[in-house]
């Protein structure tokens, strides 16, 4: 298949991964009407064309928290990402580096910290959720710095998680699931050998190095159900900023009234996101949220969006809209799957 756009990922993506993945990263909570309107939004907005005003020179170059970065992109963190690719964190990190801009680790990564940020340096960030269990959390911090990682992205809109039915249909939770991911697996022999059999171990990395025995994928929805603090104010948020002493960037605000609280946390960014529309169903999109934020924040913040972004014209309206730069969720996780690291090289080259 010839890839002459970032969308033409997607159908490689489908007809390559099982459908317990496939699902997984496509879709949303409930009816899917929040991550339907991520896209559908930016779509809907027209750009104004202006002709003959004589740009000699694009120069997409940015900084970010004090980063240089080549454009204004950053891989968003999204769980899992080794299963769609063999030890697809570190593939993926690898592509941002050679990009110039950052990748974002998710908690529950299955490369652990110390594997992605050996080999990509100071351009990961990690993200970490708001959890029960506060020991994880200072470990996963202690090994971040350790590992020379210098920017942490709290996500705060995960209280519990989301209602995604396609998960238990699919097979990634519910009834049979083990038996319905094998049936699929042995159906995507390319996946089951070079995932499946040599992508091991499959385990939530950051995870086990905290427990000291492996959490496999059919310990991961229990282990987020029992983990995830529904009680969780901005004022528990405060030992977040007293424990790390990097770059600290909030995910998850999605309404202006949070930005003070932000501000007033000392955090030095914000994302403007609803999850990719996988938690809260029925709200905002994110490009219609993002103007107002970006007036709220006036600069004292550098303020990131994602959810629902696909391709560079999705970039340049967050832009025009008061976005300092964009997360890719989904978009890129479709290259990763096609194509590995050279696939999300060649997604980035497309979108920049």
Known sequence: MI???PEDFHAVARRKLPRFLFDYIEGGANAELTANRNVSDLQSLVLRQRVLRGSEQIDLKTSILGQSMSS?????????TGMYARRGEAQAARAAQRAGIPYTLSTVSVCPIEEVAKDAGQSVWFQLYVLKDRAFMRSA????RAAGIQTLVFTVDMPVPGARYRDAHSGMSGPNAYVKRLVQAA???RWAMSVGLFGRPHDLGNI???RGKRTSLSD?????AENFDPEISWADLEWIRDAWSGKLIIKG???SDDVQNAILLGADGIVV???GGRQLDSVSSTIKALPEIAETANGRLSVLVDSGFRNGLDVVKALCLGADAVMFGRAYIYALAAGGQMAVERFLALVA
Do not use: K
Request: no cysteine.
């Open 3 to 5: 890839i002459s756009s």
């Open 273 to 275: 996101s609803n999850h």
């Open 208 to 210: 086990s190095v905290y």
């Open 253 to 255: 605000i999605l309404d």
């Open 220 to 224: 991961y929805i229990g282990w987020l």
């Open 187 to 189: 159906t995507h022999p």
């Open 72 to 80: 204004p992109l950053v891989l968003a963190p999204v769980g899992l």
């Open 141 to 144: 911090l202690d090994r971040a």
